[in-house]
């Protein structure tokens, strides 16, 4: 079965944003690589962005990974505020939805505290700290499957 697996382009804040999310979920960086590991007369590299993240990797839960770099200044800047999608996590418990959103969400926007939903998930939304937004629900009927 194929997986689905969230890429956020950031403007140099990569690597601070994903040290965020590791102190948050835990665990420890699958791969990171720098523009200057990938340097090369084919692939020239600005020394102010040698040490800017060209692909770094957080392993989350069983089967996941959260995945990010940072977008090169000439190829212009991204903004987060404007980005409309979203990355949902889907919890085991209402303790494990409680921690993630109160560690994912300190310093960013809240849109929907966590709480009892109408459609009876544990369900809360906001932006991090970061511009990135994020919904954490638990579904005690949730199966695993859709």
Known sequence: MALINPHINFNGNAEEA???YKSVFGG???????FKDLASPEFPVAEKEENKIMHIALPIGKSNMLRANDVPESMGKTNENENRSKIVIITESKEEADKLFNGLSVGGQIEGPIGD???????GCFR???????IVEFDPKY???V
């Open 128 to 134: 991090d700290k970061y511009g990135i937004e994020w």
């Open 18 to 20: 994903f040290t965020f």
């Open 143 to 145: 199966n695993g499957k």
């Open 117 to 123: 939903s109408p459609w009876g998930s544990y369900f």
């Open 28 to 34: 420890e960086f699958a791969k990171v690589i720098r």
